[in-house]
């Protein structure tokens, strides 16, 4: 069987890149009658969390699609068997699953081992997914044009990150910046 | 002169490598990340990395208005340098600090404003430059 396409779309807070995500997994699902899942990295830590979650939710709902919703805040492997050739799987996102697995390792994070194992378990996830699926479409954030600075976990988020997205959009059949609502595609044929 | 930028961890020196094709090409890489100062033009390629931890460097000692002039007439040097001879090119490589949150210390504003200034005189002094994004980059001039 040949493998799905991956779809990495980033852009800043606020700039509309899940809407777009979102978008593209439902025309994605009726050209090629696919079921929808939403792979949740988010973990709900405060009230504002909380919000942003449901709102997310909410769009989902009011799209009269049906979703399947699973939440996975970190080890995306544990679900990467669940999934056959007829999902499109939308993945929701990449920096929160990075942020939960860094804090979930406490000092362990400080281990290049670590870190380096880290990037390839989750790029190995992906690929799976990706084996299995129709469509996997991965969400991300822009951070990386700031003072990284000297805090040394910080520095350690971010190079990861870095690495993550350079090897997606590598494996990538399209990849997406969206600014301000609007995708610009840096990757892939115009559809 | 050949300018190249974009956000940390984007794979730019990666991508000035395959450019150059570096592994076959003599070459001098000079990094700011490891303290290397920017030193003897004795290769015709000379790429020099981390533009914007050189100018944070400056930023410690002196004025704004003053590294604008000492960076303007390094770029104006290398611009002389390199057309003494067709084969001699120097390439910059900066990270982009300019799109976060205004830093709470001064000496990081400071530092920001430097950078970003440098990196418009960098540009205007160049002849290309491309703006890399995960490895992807992107010709702007």
């Known amino acids: ?191 | 002169m050949h300018f190249v930028t974009g956000g940390a961890f984007n794979g730019k020196s990666r991508w000035v490598k395959e450019f150059y094709q570096l592994d076959g090409t003599p070459h001098k890489w000079i990094s700011a990340y490891h303290d290397e100062p920017a030193a003897e033009l004795d290769h015709s390629l000379i790429i020099l990395e981390g533009i914007e931890m050189m100018i944070r460097e400056w930023a410690q000692a002196i004025e704004l208005g003053e590294i604008r002039d000492k960076w303007r007439e390094m770029l104006a040097k290398w611009l002389e340098w390199e057309k003494e001879d067709n084969n001699r090119k120097i390439v910059l490589i900066g990270s982009d600090i300019s799109k976060g949150i205004v830093p709470m210390e001064a000496a990081d504003r400071k530092w920001r404003d430097a950078s970003g200034w440098a990196f418009q005189d960098a540009a205007a002094a160049a002849d290309r430059v491309d703006l890399i994004w995960y490895g992807i980059s992107q010709k702007i001039k």
Not at chain 1, 46 to 73: F, K, N, V, Y
Not at chain 1, 99 to 118: C, I, T
Not at chain 1, 143 to 172: D, S
Request: with cysteine; glycine share 8%; proline share 3%.
């Open chain 1, 1 to 191: 069987m040949a493998e799905g396409s991956l779809i990495f779309i980033s852009g800043g807070v606020r700039s509309g890149k899940s809407s777009f995500a979102e978008r593209t997994a439902a025309e994605l699902a009726k050209k090629t009658d696919g079921k929808l899942h939403y792979i949740a990295s988010g973990k709900a830590y405060d009230p504002e969390m909380e919000a942003r979650i449901q709102r997310h939710q909410d769009d989902r709902e009011e799209s009269g699609l049906s979703w399947t919703t699973w939440e996975q805040p970190s080890a995306l492997e544990e679900i990467s068997g669940s999934f056959n050739y007829q999902d499109i799987i939308l993945f929701d996102c990449l920096t929160t699953l990075l942020n939960n697995e860094l804090f979930r390792a406490e000092d362990g994070w400080k281990n290049r081992g670590f870190q380096d194992k880290l990037s390839s378990d989750i790029l190995r996830a992906i690929s799976e997914f990706r084996q299995r699926c129709r469509s996997l479409i991965v969400v991300s954030n822009e951070v990386l044009n700031e003072p990284i600075g000297e805090n040394e976990l910080v520095f350690a988020y971010a190079k990861i990150l870095g690495t993550l997205h350079r090897n997606i959009i590598e494996m990538a059949d399209e990849a997406y910046l969206v600014e301000a609502g609007i995708p610009i595609q840096m990757k892939g044929e115009p559809a």
